[in-house]
């Protein structure tokens, strides 16, 4: 659920994720899954 936004935030910290839009897609599923 929320694991799928802290996982994008994370990523992003270790620069895997370098487009906040991949965070937000990433953000958005979790929602969906919510």
Wanted: hydrophobic letters at 60%; a neutral charge; zero cysteines.
């Amino acid at each position: 659920i929320l694991g799928f936004f802290f996982a994008g935030v994370v990523l992003n910290q270790f620069g895997l994720i370098r487009n906040l839009t991949d965070v937000k897609i990433l953000s958005e599923w979790g929602i969906l899954f919510l």
